[in-house]
């Protein structure tokens, strides 16, 4: 059974920080890319993080400089550190594979509100 388990999201004034965690079932995670991806509010869900199996990462260019993305292959998890956050990082954050067949297994998500 494919399970996605995100947590860390939390209200924070701008200018501040979260870890986020996402625990995942061993299918899933083994061996494939793994990404964070949002959705704000009105808006579609988009990709801004992502790790291969080996480390290698990537980061949407509103983000990069400010976001890293991390993975511990031995606890199958994903972990994303988001330092000065602003208004517009506010989304319910989601991890998942980066793979055709993972698209339609999402977890809940986690709800990051940046407000002061």
């Known amino acids: 059974q494919v399970q996605l388990v995100e947590s860390g999201g939390g209200l924070v004034q701008p200018g501040g920080s979260l870890r986020l965690s996402c625990a995942a079932s061993g299918s899933i995670f083994s061996g494939n890319a793994m990404g964070w991806y949002r959705q704000a509010p009105g808006k579609t869900r988009e990709l801004v993080a992502a790790?291969?199996?080996?480390?290698?990462?990537n980061y949407a260019g509103s983000v990069k400089g400010r976001f890293t993305i991390s993975r511990d292959n031995a606890k199958n998890t994903v972990y994303l550190q988001m330092n000065s956050l602003k208004p517009e990082d506010t989304a319910v954050y989601y991890c998942?594979?980066?793979?055709?067949?993972?698209?339609?297994?999402w977890g809940k998500g986690t709800l990051v509100t940046v407000s002061s």
């Open positions: 998942n594979a980066l793979t055709v067949a993972a698209a339609k297994y």
């Open positions: 790790v291969t199996s080996g480390g290698s990462t």
